[in-house]
């Protein structure tokens, strides 16, 4: 019987934790709030997968392993855990009946990079491996054209603009997230625009170097996400001067965590 926003979970680092937790939380269906400041932008859920599409196109290399299960199993990707278990499942006994012994993981990153394999697929479990491909040529073929542009193109055929805004006006929970996701892909941009401005002819590459080294949070561009029915997930030092009914902190380690 406990209001939802009277709980809190308190974490020690924002890089590792925050984003481990936020991921499994929303899996069980606990609506979250994460402070702007806790999550840093190139960690935040909508933004890491555009940004390691453009870092893999820049590179020149193939997708490592983990990287292609990242993209595929996020928002991009869309695939869900039954669908990766049935998508790695129908790889290997592909992989298995042509005598080979590779492992779903590297098939994974096979099949994003080449399509052959995907006829031999359902269309469900190939679905999430189209968007990828499609995804990840498509940052091949712009990402000499410079940061702002690479990043527009892939959001507009990502088509997750339509899906946030109409998610976002539902309100509730739910709600409540794309209006974070969104104001996120906002301040990607917007960050992006003054990597441009401030370092004119730089490449690509240096965009990520410049993401790092960003410790102060950008002013958002969108107006602040109302928090609601939902638990705070933030660091011990973001939580200074707040309180809740319920606090949960993972983590404890005596004489270690928290340090009093």
Known sequence: ??????MAVLVR????????????????????????????????PVVRPFLELVRVAASG????????AMLLAGLLGGAGALSMRRLRRGLRRLELAAGGGRSSSELLVEVIESADALAALEQGAAYPVRRVGALLALARAKVDEGIE??????????GLERRLVAQSARRGP?????????????????????????????????FFEYLAA??????TLAPSAPQGEA???????????????????????????PDL
């Open 13 to 44: 680092s924002a890089v590792r934790s925050l984003p481990v937790l936020r991921r499994a939380l929303l899996a069980a269906g606990v609506p979250l709030v994460v402070p702007a400041d806790a999550l840093p932008l190139a960690q935040h």
């Open 174 to 206: 739910s709600g409540a997230h794309a209006d974070r996701d969104l104001d996120a892909i906002l301040e990607l941009f917007d960050t992006a625009a003054r990597y441009t401005d401030r370092l004119p002819g730089a490449g690509v590459t240096g």
């Open 149 to 158: 542009q690479v990043l527009w193109q892939l959001w507009r055929a990502s």
């Open 61 to 68: 290399q193939p997708l490592d392993e983990e990287t292609a």
């Open 231 to 257: 638990v705070a997930l933030l660091t011990a030092h973001a939580a200074t001067g707040r309180e809740w009914t319920f606090v949960a902190v993972p983590g404890v380690q005596e004489g270690q965590w």
């Open 214 to 219: 960003q410790q102060i949070v950008g002013d």
């Open 1 to 6: 019987g406990v209001p939802w926003s009277d």
